[in-house]
């Protein structure tokens, strides 16, 4: 190999951010992720597909640990993010949640005012060491999040006092604040109209320069138009994974093949 197609390679192939090694999920006797093995990565929006209770929302809960909040869920295998277990007993799994970031299938807005939902991460994080900084990364993730012109007359309303599409808009801005190094998006915009929908789409493109997005979707046209990777579920196994286009256009699977021309889901 010349010393050309090392570089070509090195700029082709992405990072690795996170790695999952023969990870099952049970809530207790129900096996509900069986030895997926993906590795997703980095600045790369991947798109997670299935049909309905095949484990999406469950496999995308283990990047950040959530499913720790859960009594009856219990994981095995590994999972790295950057090389490192984030199960590890010394890892603060608040910490790991500043770096992987989640948005969830429904809006859960902290029951504090519009300004407090977005500061809190930062605050917490010390991201602002003045008010004015801190004015700057509110703004700027409402305005990525496409709910600035709403909001910014009211910023110290309740959250909660928006319509569920704000809401949701709010706790994407809320997960962008902290700059996390992953975000997980768990159906974001299902809960949106078209125009805020593909607002966030575009605020996911951008998202991908600096981070690693992980989106659950049921829309096709979505997993296609934002994601470069798509991994297929079914029944707890991850079926299929590769690049979206190819997926789409030459699925290997046939349960790939009918869920994406609309005979399974
Ligand atoms: N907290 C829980 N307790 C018990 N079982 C659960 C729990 N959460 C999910 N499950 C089960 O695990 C399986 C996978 O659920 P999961 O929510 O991950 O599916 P999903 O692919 O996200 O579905 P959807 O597209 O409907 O959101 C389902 O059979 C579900 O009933
Ligand atoms: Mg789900």
């Not at 009594?71 to 608040?94: S, T």
């Not at 809006?107 to 004015?132: C, M």
């Not at 709910?147 to 962008?176: F, M, Y």
Request: charged content about 30%; overall charge negative; aromatic content about 6%.
């Amino acid at each position: 190999m010349n010393d050309m197609s090392i570089v070509e390679r090195a700029v082709d192939q992405k990072d690795i951010k996170i790695s999952a090694k023969d990870v099952q999920v049970y809530y207790g006797d129900k096996h509900a992720i069986k030895d997926v093995n993906v590795e997703i990565l980095d600045k790369t929006v991947t798109a997670f597909i299935g049909p309905s209770g095949c484990g999406k929302s469950t496999f995308l809960r283990c990047i950040n640990r959530m499913n720790d909040t859960i009594d009856i869920a219990r994981i095995e295998g590994r999972i790295e993010l950057d090389g490192e277990d984030i199960y590890d007993r010394r890892v603060d799994p608040v910490q790991l949640r500043a770096k992987v970031g989640m948005v969830f299938q429904k809006p859960n807005p902290f029951p504090k005012s519009i300004f407090d939902n977005v500061a809190y991460g930062p605050r917490i994080h010390g991201l602002a060491r003045t008010r004015a900084e801190l004015d700057e990364i509110v703004e700027k993730s409402l305005r990525g999040a496409a709910l600035w012109n709403e909001v910014k007359d009211r910023l110290h309303e309740p959250g909660t006092g928006l319509s569920g599409g704000q809401q949701q808009r709010l706790c994407i801005a809320r997960a962008v604040a902290t700059q996390p190094e992953v975000l997980l998006m768990d159906e974001p915009c299902s809960a949106l109209d078209p125009i805020a929908t593909s607002q966030v789409e575009e605020l996911i493109d951008q998202l991908r320069s600096d981070y690693s997005v992980v989106i659950v979707t049921h829309s096709m046209q979505q997993a296609a138009r934002v994601s470069q990777k798509t991994a297929f579920f079914h029944l707890g196994n991850l079926v299929e994974y590769g690049n979206t286009d190819e997926i789409f256009t030459r699925p290997r699977d046939p349960r790939t093949e009918s869920y994406i021309s609309g005979r399974i889901g």
